[in-house]
RNA sequence: GCGAAAGUGGCGGAAUUGGUAGACGCGCAGGAUUUAGGUUCCUGUGGGGUAAUCCCGUGAGAGUUCGAGUCUCUCCUUUCGCACCA
């Protein structure tokens, strides 16, 4: 055994032996409990940042310690590889998307190999390979025939000057990013997934998904945004009825006012003839340009002079033209009930329009509607025949009454919007359509996929190549050999990671999937960052059930247990100049001072020691200039060190906060347990562990030891407590620090706490232990052997510690028989002679026994 | 505005079911080793107090309890998500 723990030799040795062993690549055991264990994969931008590293070191954590399980486990890797980025660098350096991204995947996978990850690279997926989006068009075409998949008008950004379409992030304070013209929210034909025919499903699931963390649920579930109300048609002399969608039927007799959006086709219609309206509606156009300002937009609005009937009650009712009532939910119109909803109120007392009571509340409290909106449900009032009754019994009735009528209904509305999956962009998968001569959408035939993305196209940041590249627009009509218009959008990214976790079950498959994915799938464990809490978990989730109805898998949901790491965040430093323009410097560059205390006094730049700034505590961002690039910690660390860092400090769904000290404490307990293991083995051969004649040290040892593995075993199992996991290790290594006895038995137990450490610590830093177990005589290697086995035994004692507290305050700490009763232990705590200081003179009233625990007098 | 989470030493955090507050580590201080620095090792480290298992102490205030960091209520602060949702 090497005397100093050299990182470098470790890592490579023990890399080595994964790779000539082949140790995880997997293949469908039925004989072994499968595990799948999934990390998010990444969008090749050029280099690992520590965000990957934390996410996908706590990945490798739990698929390690399953293994250790005795699980057959899956641990795939694969490239997020489509996305804008590209085509940005693409347009910079003037090389081919695809270029550029295959470089990146090169060196990042080569950074997450140094890393060790156990990653069964024989799978790896990379979504830009016609190989793996062929699949996704194969099932789109699919979709297009079942009508799951739809052709409609969107709203898209659109830039005047370059003449495209820009994403969102290429939209600047509403200015393009590359022309810097004011960008026009334009209707555009555009391909959408029915997403809200799974609404129900979607949202039901939720439910189910126990392992799920509850905050990311919540979020769905109001994205989702399911509301139960009724449709209510309003008649409006010489027009249309006006349609509204309301989720407080009881409130309908207190309708004073109607109010439309902006975009609303009656207000439109209105405003042909009335440049007044027509002035309004166009400033509210162009305030919603502008995203910020909504947030603080005062609620305005006009009357445009006609007016809708009550549909119960006949009376005529002003209808409104109002900035606050969006065309994109419901049915773009409300109607207003100023005495119970908090905007119609406000909106209301504004322009004067009356505030009726009809709802009063259960417990006669006093509604003063001059004050407030009272919004609780109650008990109807100055409501016809439907005084009295409840928000249910009116809810009900009226339902029946208007669809009697047929002038109304029951209706569930959501907040969810289909998915809009195309995108006018040039590096991203076809969509796989063609146009015939009427302009007729009609799905790719199966023998004519892959729709290829080609290669021989520039790149410029105006209008996608693909529109003016006639190879690729030119196809002919499979039916009728007719020269045909190929579509040129392609998918949003979102698409491709919408399924990857299924590809990697099946790789090289001649379909999308086979029957290796119902070995596999779900997956028992994904790990990834909380910023996909919406967007790609309720995409995959859809997914995964399009994939269910096409009978490619056999379960409900993709992802059993989910869990969400939190950002790495590190400190900022800044200088700031005369103009206010804050320049910021790398913490690596910064050293601190501090006061005897150990108080942060201050902080300089190293190069020239002139003071630095230091800002707040923030995400790493290139921004802020405080991100770490893990490269450098690897070259000087070792990857272990790193590793051990990421999980070490918090929990892993918290922020864990960059530091360089902290790093070093890794190091200096990874140089530590080799010395400890390096000492025990030059101390010589152990004797045989016999069990009954060891000393009470070294039953005391032992116990550390098994109460180590439980402890250890639940934190990682059950708490994701990888941080406490590892403090408890630490401990037990301290205890063996602490260990003076160099007989052979005590050798023993030394031998086997340390053993016992290094296998619960395998997860985590793999390298070292790899070598640290074949020098603690270990016959295999050690990412072969099994998680330690808990000896309840070993952690049975004669005697425990007690506390004893007089009026619930600690007062003493005293040893009784492990089987004391609580006689006993009254006994003892009564006869201690600090408990006596405290009691003396008192009546004792009360007396509280937790066995095993404390006793508590009360005087 | 609505929803969620959180607030504990100089710092990151621990305390899992209402039962020993501060595990583990960073930093700091003292000592040993070293020509020196670094490394490594040992000791100490919430505040007060000469000292004691003495007092105080988990954002603030109240409450429940033999006993509260943990439960309840009110308030303050921070972070995250959503945001005119009818």
Redesign the pocket.
């Known amino acids: 055994m090497e005397q100093l723990y050299q990182p470098e030799i470790v890592e490579r040795d023990a890399q080595q032996y994964w790779d000539e062993h082949r140790c995880f690549e997997v293949t469908e055991d039925t004989s072994k409990e499968k595990f799948y264990c999934l990390s998010m994969l990444p969008y090749p931008s050029g280099r690992l940042h520590m965000g990957h590293v934390r996410n996908y070191t706590i990945g490798d954590v739990i698929s390690r310690f399953q293994r250790m399980q005795g699980k057959n486990v899956l641990q795939p890797m694969g490239w997020d590889a489509f996305g804008l980025p590209a085509e940005n660098a693409a347009i910079k350096h003037k090389v081919h998307p695809a270029k550029w991204t295959y470089a990146n995947i090169e060196e990042m996978r080569s950074q997450l190999k140094r890393m060790g990850y156990a990653y069964d690279w024989s799978r790896e997926v990379t979504t830009c390979k016609p190989e793996y989006y062929r699949w996704e068009q194969w099932l789109f075409t699919r979709l297009m025939r079942k009508g799951l998949a739809y052709r409609a008008n969107g709203i898209v950004n659109w830039d005047p000057v370059d003449q495209t379409v820009l994403a969102n992030e290429q939209v600047i304070d509403g200015k393009g990013w590359r022309s810097g013209a004011p960008i026009e929210r334009r209707e555009m034909p555009q391909w959408f997934l029915k997403i809200t025919e799974y609404a129900d499903e979607l949202l039901d699931w939720l439910d189910k998904l126990d392992d799920w963390p509850?905050?990311v649920k919540?979020?769905q579930r109001?994205?989702i945004?399911r509301?139960e109300?009724i449709d209510i048609e309003f008649p409006v002399a010489g027009h249309d009825a006006l349609r509204?969608?309301?989720?407080?039927?009881d409130t309908l007799f207190g309708v004073t006012y109607m109010?439309v959006?902006p975009e609303h086709p009656l207000a439109a219609g209105v405003a042909r003839n009335n440049p007044g309206i027509a002035a309004f509606i166009d400033e509210?156009r162009k305030?919603?340009a502008s995203e910020a300002a909504?947030?603080?937009?005062?609620?305005?609005g006009m009357p445009i002079g006609v007016n809708a009937q009550h549909p119960l009650t006949g009376e005529d009712i002003p209808i409104w033209v109002?900035?606050?009532?969006?065309?994109?939910?419901?049915?773009?119109?409300?109607?207003?009930?100023p005495g119970h909803?908090?905007?119609?109120w406000?909106f209301a007392t504004k322009y004067g329009l009356p505030i009726v009571q009809v709802i009063e509340p259960l417990d006669d409290a006093t509604v003063d509607l001059s004050q407030d909106a009272f919004v609780a449900y109650g008990r109807l009032i100055n409501s016809g025949e439907y005084d009295g009754m409840s928000y249910e019994e009116a809810f009900d009735a009226l339902a029946a009454y208007f669809e009697a009528q047929g002038t109304g209904q029951r209706r569930v509305?959501?907040?969810l919007r289909d998915w809009l999956v195309s995108r006018q962009r040039f590096w991203g998968c076809p969509v796989p359509a063609i146009y015939d001569n009427d302009g007729e959408p009609e799905p790719v035939p199966d023998d004519q996929l892959p729709v290829v993305l080609p290669e021989n196209v520039e790149v410029t940041g105006g209008a996608s190549p693909l529109i003016d590249a006639p190879e690729f627009q030119n196809a002919t009509d499979p039916d009728t050999g007719a020269p045909v218009r190929r579509e040129s959008d392609t998918f949003d990214t979102f698409m491709e990671s919408s399924w990857y976790y299924a590809r990697y079950t099946s790789p090289g498959a001649d379909a999308m999937l086979d029957e290796r994915a119902r070995y596999w799938l779900p997956v028992d464990q994904y790990v990834g960052g909380?910023?996909h809490?919406?967007l790609h978990l309720i995409y995959a989730r859809f997914y995964y059930k399009l994939l269910r109805d096409e009978g490619l898998v056999d379960s409900d949901e993709p992802f059993i247990r989910l869990l969400c790491q939190g950002?790495v965040i590190g400190e900022t430093y800044y200088r700031e100049d005369d103009k206010g323009h804050k320049t910021y410097y790398n913490p690596a560059d910064v050293e601190?001072e501090?006061?005897?205390?150990?108080?942060?006094v201050g902080a300089r730049l190293i190069s020239d020691g002139q003071p630095v700034t230091p800002g707040?505590?923030?995400?790493m961002s290139k921004s802020k200039n405080n991100g770490i690039d893990p490269e450098a910690l690897l070259s000087r660390y070792g990857a272990d060190t790193v590793r051990l860092f990421v999980v070490?400090?918090?929990?892993p769904d918290?922020?864990?906060?960059w530091?360089?000290?902290?790093v070093?404490?890794?190091?200096?307990?990874l140089?530590?347990l080799w010395?400890l293991v390096r000492e025990c083995v030059e101390r010589g051969e152990p004797a045989e562990l016999d069990l009954s004649a060891l000393t009470p040290q070294q039953k005391a040892l032992r116990r550390t030891t098994h109460k180590t593995i439980a402890?250890v075993t639940?934190?990682i199992t059950?708490?994701y407590?990888y941080?406490?996991a590892?403090?408890?290790?630490?401990?037990l290594?301290?205890a063996v620090?602490?260990f003076n006895d160099d007989s052979a038995l005590g050798r023993a137990v030394v031998r086997e706490a340390l053993r016992s450490s290094v296998l619960m610590l395998t997860p985590v830093v793999p390298h070292v232990c790899h070598s640290l177990w074949y020098a603690l005589g270990g016959d295999n290697a050690v990412v072969d052997e099994s998680w330690p086995v808990f000896d309840a035994d070993a952690i049975e004692s004669d005697s425990v510690?007690?506390?004893?507290?007089v009026?619930?305050?600690?007062?003493?700490?005293?040893q009784v028989a492990a089987d004391a009763d609580r006689d006993a232990m009254e006994e003892a705590a009564l006869g201690?002679e600090?408990?006596q200081?405290?009691i003396e003179g008192a009546a004792i009233?009360?007396v509280?026994v937790?066995p095993g625990?404390?006793v508590?007098l009360?005087v």
């Open positions: 509850e905050s919540t979020m109001n994205w945004g509301s109300g509204v969608f309301t989720t407080r039927p109010a959006a509210c305030v919603q909504l947030e603080t937009l005062e609620k305005k109002a900035n606050f009532v969006v065309m994109s939910y419901g049915t773009g119109a409300v109607m207003a009930v909803d908090e905007r119609d406000e509305n959501y907040r909380i910023e809490a919406i950002m601190l501090r006061d005897a205390g150990g108080r942060i707040p505590i923030e995400k070490s400090d918090v929990p918290q922020a864990l906060e530091s360089e000290e902290g070093e404490g890794m190091f200096r307990f140089k530590r010395r402890k639940d934190d059950r708490r407590a941080n406490t590892i403090a408890a290790v630490r401990e290594l301290n620090a602490k510690e007690i506390v004893v507290q009026n619930g305050k600690l007062r003493s700490r005293i201690d600090n408990v200081r405290f009233r009360k509280i937790v625990k404390l508590n009360v």
